[in-house]
Nanobody, 131 residues
């Protein structure tokens, strides 16, 4: 059974940085897609960034590209999201999610939406960007 725990959320000023961590337990297969999703009040959940633990392929949403960096260590046991130059629109609850990843899929195809294909979710961690 895969379990995910997020940490690192908090309050930060615009232009600042923050690092989120996703610690995964119970990973028994070779390749998972592990992603960060976020949901702001009144908005739909959206994919932020994902990594395939076996292939190392990475996806970023257009809104965070060139600002956020996702990395995977220990075959997905820890996945970090480094957030640089944060904006008020980045304010949301950030969730870590995992699913088995197939070579027949692309990381973009499974991570660019709301994450409906992901099987396991953490509880989320709040990120607040304001002055």
């Amino acid at each position: 059974e895969v379990q995910l725990v997020e940490s690192g959320g908090g309050s930060v000023q615009p232009g600042g940085s923050l690092r989120l961590s996703c610690d995964a337990s119970g990973l028994i297969f070779d390749d998972y897609a592990i992603g960060w999703f976020r949901q702001a009040p009144g908005k739909s959940r959206e994919g932020v960034a994902c990594v395939s633990t076996g292939q190392g392929t990475i996806y970023y949403s257009d809104s965070v590209k060139d600002r956020f960096t996702i990395s995977s260590r220990m075959r997905g046991r820890r996945v970090e999201l480094k957030m640089n130059n944060v904006k008020p629109d980045d304010t949301a609850v950030y969730f870590c999610a995992a699913r088995l990843f197939s070579r027949r899929r692309t990381i973009m195809s499974v991570c660019s939406g709301s994450g409906s294909e992901f099987d396991v979710w953490g509880r989320g961690t709040q990120v607040s960007v304001s002055t």
